[in-house]
């Protein structure tokens, strides 16, 4: 069965520091994997994607992820955090058994300081 | 371009009643998803349409649960006979046909159910 594992609930960071939120896959065949962020009582928006090609996948707002295929990984990062960034951010990975729904993780919680 | 749009954004209702949710894709998107999000979770699938052809629905949650996207552009969602575990947020999201699975999905802010 396809999954998608976020290891942390919550990750603390402080502004201007590098962050990573991690996220793991299990599916059969090729992953289509996605990032997405939610802000409160506000839907999902979408961040970035990774099809095929480059490992490092570059999306909106400075962020980035890298897929390690033999990881089974697509961690989430930014070079410098913004307290503007501090939201839910869910990992999701396409269903081969669903046409083209997604599964989502459960999320984790970004907490920038400032 | 305006976004996905639902209605309403929030929806209080007894238990046992019907309610019925609307979702307007962006514009030039053929598909549309419907997921359902629990407090604490990532949003779980329910059902999708391409155009007007619902494509996936055994992920329903039960036979309450129905949608429809009759002339392929706005949809419904309905749940009939409400129950204290249908309180949840409920969010659409549409994609462009081209892909299998690779467009990005755009989301709507959701509809929030309240079951008293």
């Known amino acids: 069965a396809q999954s998608v594992a976020q290891p942390e609930d919550q990750v603390n960071v402080a502004e201007g520091n590098p962050l990573t939120v991690k996220c793991t896959y299990s599916?059969?065949?090729?992953?289509?994997l996605f990032w997405y962020v939610q802000y409160p009582n506000r839907g999902l928006q979408f961040l970035l994607k990774?099809?095929?090609?480059?490992?490092l996948v570059k999306g909106s707002y400075g962020f980035e992820a890298e897929f390690n295929k033999s990881q089974t990984s697509f961690h989430l990062k930014k070079p410098s955090a913004l307290v503007s960034d501090s939201a839910l951010y869910f990992c999701?990975?396409?269903?081969?058994?669903?046409?083209?729904?997604?599964?989502f993780g459960k999320g984790t919680t970004l907490s920038v300081s400032s | 371009d305006t976004g996905v749009s639902q209605d309403p954004r929030h929806k209080i209702t007894k238990r046992g009643q019907n309610v019925t949710f609307r979702c307007d894709p962006i514009?030039?998107?053929?598909?549309l998803y419907w997921y359902r999000q629990t407090l604490g979770q990532g949003p779980e699938f329910l059902t999708y349409?391409?155009?007007?052809?619902?494509?996936?629905k055994s992920r329903l949650l039960s036979d309450r649960f129905s949608a429809e996207r009759p002339k392929g552009s706005f949809s419904t969602l309905e749940i009939q006979r409400t129950e204290q575990g249908d309180s949840a947020m409920y969010l659409c999201?549409?994609?462009?046909?081209?892909?299998?699975?690779?467009?990005?999905?755009?989301f709507g802010d959701g509809t929030r159910l309240s079951i008293l």
């Open positions: 999701a990975v396409g269903d081969n058994q669903a046409g083209t729904a997604l599964i």
């Open positions: 349409f391409q155009n007007e052809a619902q494509l996936e």
């Open positions: 514009s030039e998107h053929n598909r």
């Open positions: 599916v059969s065949g090729n992953p289509y």
């Open positions: 999201a549409s994609s462009p046909l081209e892909g299998r699975g690779n467009q990005p999905q755009h």
């Open positions: 990774y099809i095929t090609g480059d490992n």
